[in-house]
């Protein structure tokens, strides 16, 4: 009986994935996800939730922060895109790393200074959701910017921004912050790595 169980189990994880993955693309499929349908996958995960799968569990905690206030944001829309994209296949595959050689990444590394420096994400990050990154900044004494200004002083990279962020819909504030740092103003562009590192976040000693 035990091994009946656990093989419908797996039969039953196998159909969500793929059903998840048809929510994926059928949501993504204009380029953009808007707070219906944001709402409609918050709740197909919630009825789904029993499966051990950590591809559902985790989607739906970030989709459930995200929509904690009751609104789906650009910031937040952005980022629900690159995850659906990268669950169905699309754009780029599910895990991929940020390519360094191909993104406007600052060289040499910056020193990071968080006392009072701005810092604004965009992507998304490995470390977890937005919410999570910006308590962080909070915890190192930096402060969280909503966007690209002249008075921003680093713009981090998530993790799973791909070579092609020129077409992804965070693209433009990666092309603003290239503008305002090759203006000369003392902007960097890092990479969440480079972040993580720099704040001793993932020290466990």
């Known amino acids: ?8 189990r797996n039969n039953i994880e196998d159909r969500q994935i793929d059903t998840l993955i048809g929510l994926c693309k059928g949501i993504t499929a204009n380029g953009l996800v808007d707070q219906l349908e944001a709402e409609f996958l918050q709740t ?11 591809i559902i569990h985790n989607l739906l905690e970030k989709v459930s922060e995200m929509l904690e206030d ?3 944001d650009s910031d937040e829309a952005a980022e629900l895109l690159a995850i659906l994209r990268s669950i169905s296949g699309e754009q780029s595959e599910l895990g991929e790393l940020s390519k360094t050689a191909s993104l406007p990444l600052c060289s040499p590394k910056p020193e990071i200074i968080f006392e009072n420096k701005t810092f604004l994400f965009t992507g998304n990050c490995a470390f977890g959701s937005r919410k999570k990154c910006q308590s962080a900044i909070t915890q190192l004494g930096g402060i969280n910017a909503n966007s690209v200004t002249k008075k921003l002083d680093y713009l981090i990279l998530g993790t799973y921004v791909t070579d092609s962020w020129s077409h992804e ?9 290239i503008e305002y740092r090759d203006s000369g103003l003392p902007l960097s562009i890092i990479n969440e790595e480079h972040w993580l590192d720099s704040s001793g976040l993932l020290n466990t000693d």
């Open 169 to 177: 819909t965070f693209g433009r504030k990666i092309e603003k912050a």
């Open 70 to 72: 009751g609104v789906l």
């Open 44 to 54: 197909w995960l919630v009825q789904n939730r029993i499966s051990e799968n950590p």
């Open 1 to 8: 009986m035990d091994v009946f169980l656990k093989f419908n």
